[in-house]
């Protein structure tokens, strides 16, 4: 047994058999002897959580995946700052949850890449030229396409609450560019700007305007 406890924990999967305590010794899971499934004493050393200050909390013992405490917050924040940036962490799937609150409120989404985007003020509120690929051959062509806030503003149904401009890898705007996402709602007053500008250890958010420097950042 001990060989294959050992064995699985080199692989970082738990061995079959084995009773976790949720007590630590440097970082590392204590395991108990194994114990018949079902009884008492197994039900006991499972059913024992210890928070700690190792930012353990019960989220994490009650579907922390899927139940939120801050939703609320999240929801007046943006509709008071109209503009976020949103930090997730590194194994993604965090940020649907939050998107789908803003669903269920009546928002429709414009989903859009921060790389390729180009100038954010020309390609979201003008008429703005797109240059197909032409590979060296033939004479380069120019298009011109509308406005994407504007067109999808006309487009959403009469009960919709707004659209969420929606930005993923926008860690690679400057400074100038996310400073006109974040007037962006100023100018589009049903327009609500949510911009991925970075992974961080849980999921969290800050007011876009404190980001691009448009307000002092609080504390500093």
């Given at each position: 047994m001990?060989?294959a406890?050992?064995?699985?924990?080199?692989?970082?999967?738990?061995?079959?058999?084995?009773?976790?305590?949720?007590?630590?010794?440097h970082?590392?899971?204590?395991?108990?002897?194994?114990e018949?499934r079902?009884?008492?004493?197994?039900?006991?050393?499972?059913?024992?959580?210890?928070?700690?200050?190792?930012?353990?909390?019960i989220?994490?013992?009650?579907?922390?995946?899927?139940?939120?405490?801050?939703?609320?917050?999240?929801?007046?924040?943006?509709?008071?700052?109209?503009?976020?940036?949103?930090?997730?962490?590194h194994e993604?799937?965090?940020?649907?949850?939050?998107?789908?609150?803003?669903?269920?409120?009546?928002?429709?989404?414009?989903?859009?890449?921060?790389?390729?985007?180009?100038?954010?003020?020309?390609?979201?509120?003008?008429?703005?030229?797109?240059?197909?690929?032409?590979?060296?051959?033939?004479?380069?062509?120019?298009?011109?396409?509308?406005?994407?806030?504007?067109?999808?503003?006309?487009?959403?149904?009469?009960?919709?609450?707004?659209?969420?401009?929606?930005?993923?890898?926008?860690?690679?705007?400057?400074?100038?560019?996310?400073?006109?996402?974040?007037?962006?709602?100023?100018?589009?007053?049903?327009?609500?700007?949510?911009?991925?500008?970075?992974n961080?250890?849980?999921?969290?958010?800050?007011?876009?305007?404190?980001?691009?420097?448009?307000?002092?950042?609080?504390?500093?």
């Amino acid at each position: 047994m001990a060989t294959a406890a050992a064995v699985y924990l080199r692989h970082g999967a738990p061995a079959p058999g084995l009773v976790y305590h949720k007590g630590t010794i440097h970082g590392m899971p204590k395991i108990m002897r194994p114990e018949a499934r079902g009884s008492k004493a197994s039900k006991k050393r499972i059913g024992v959580v210890r928070c700690g200050s190792n930012g353990i909390g019960i989220g994490d013992f009650i579907g922390g995946d899927l139940v939120k405490f801050d939703l609320g917050r999240w929801l007046s924040d943006v509709e008071e700052h109209k503009a976020l940036a949103i930090y997730s962490p590194h194994e993604g799937g965090y940020e649907g949850r939050y998107l789908n609150r803003l669903r269920y409120q009546g928002y429709y989404f414009l989903d859009l890449s921060a790389r390729g985007l180009g100038d954010p003020e020309a390609t979201l509120t003008q008429i703005h030229p797109v240059c197909p690929a032409h590979l060296g051959k033939q004479p380069i062509a120019r298009w011109y396409f509308p406005p994407e806030v504007d067109y999808r503003l006309e487009a959403l149904p009469p009960d919709a609450k707004g659209l969420v401009v929606w930005i993923i890898e926008a860690k690679v705007l400057s400074k100038s560019e996310l400073q006109f996402l974040a007037l962006l709602p100023t100018l589009r007053p049903r327009v609500r700007v949510i911009a991925e500008c970075g992974n961080w250890r849980k999921f969290m958010w800050k007011p876009l305007k404190e980001i691009s420097g448009l307000t002092p950042i609080d504390g500093a």
